[in-house]
């Protein structure tokens, strides 16, 4: 893996983790492009750009990060445990389903259901969640069993936890919220257990290359979450359910 490669990578991861047109379905495609195979080298990159994701949410919620949240962060570990039971009890048929065809298709599949969710089934704005410390445990499940459709390559962790809490009564902003701090457990448990499988891979990355990948990563999530809560404050999620819809089509056509 060069630099450049590195840069790209990083660009991408930092852009897309956290906007509901998924990290891995681009990351796949862009390394398919790029001619870069899965090895010790891109495992231990894989490892520190999600380490990076995972600190930019840390950086932009210091103030959630403390004991006095503890009722938050109940209802977001609440919402983790389905993914994490289901993940890991089916790991290895999760593997088998990576594919840039599954990828296109689940890319096209969720551009329809935001498209339909937006047009169609979100509740009036007035009676929205603005706050996601005022989410309900029950909302909270729900939410959570929403996020396991992201086990599908393609299909966007950020994507099915926002069309969750869309469905439960947040609104925009408070989706897009949730589903930030969601992450913090999700990415931890993945960084956590893809570190332990693969320590020993660090001792054949480049170091500069590792460096890189992390801070680039690192200030494009920051600032990613940052614009697309601004972004929110005038626009709506049509805009992500167009894109993914031409990006999956285009992908098709391609492969």
Do not use: C
Request: aromatic share 16%.
């Amino acid at each position: 893996m060069s630099i450049f490669d590195s840069i790209l990578l990083g660009v991408i991861e930092g852009f897309t983790e956290f906007l509901p047109i998924s990290s891995t379905g681009h990351l796949i495609v862009a390394s398919h492009f790029l001619g870069i195979d899965q090895t010790s080298v891109t495992k231990a990159y894989e490892v520190i750009i999600q380490f990076a994701a995972i600190l930019a949410v840390i950086f932009n919620y210091k103030e959630k990060f403390t004991l006095r949240k503890i009722d938050l962060w109940s209802k977001v570990f609440l919402a983790f445990l389905p993914i994490g039971v289901v993940g890991f009890l089916f790991s290895h048929q999760i593997k088998e389903l990576f594919s840039i065809t599954v990828v296109a298709i689940m890319f096209i599949v969720g551009g329809v259901i935001f498209v339909l969710v937006e047009k169609f089934f979100i509740p009036q704005e007035k009676s929205m969640i603005e706050d996601v410390e005022a989410v309900s445990f029950k909302q909270a499940i729900i939410i959570g069993v929403a996020q396991v459709f992201a086990l599908v390559p393609g299909t966007s962790r950020a994507g099915s936890t926002i069309i969750g809490a869309l469905l439960v009564g947040l609104s925009r902003r408070a989706s897009a919220e949730f589903s930030f701090l969601l992450a913090f457990p999700v990415m931890g448990a993945v960084t956590a257990y893809d570190l332990l499988k693969h320590y020993k891979e660090f001792s054949d990355a480049n170091l500069l290359t590792l460096g890189i990948g992390f801070f680039v990563a690192f200030g494009v999530a920051y600032l990613t979450i940052k614009l697309f809560l601004k972004f929110l404050e005038k626009f709506t999620f049509l805009f992500f359910g167009i894109y993914r819809i031409i990006f999956g089509v285009v992908l098709l056509l391609l492969f």
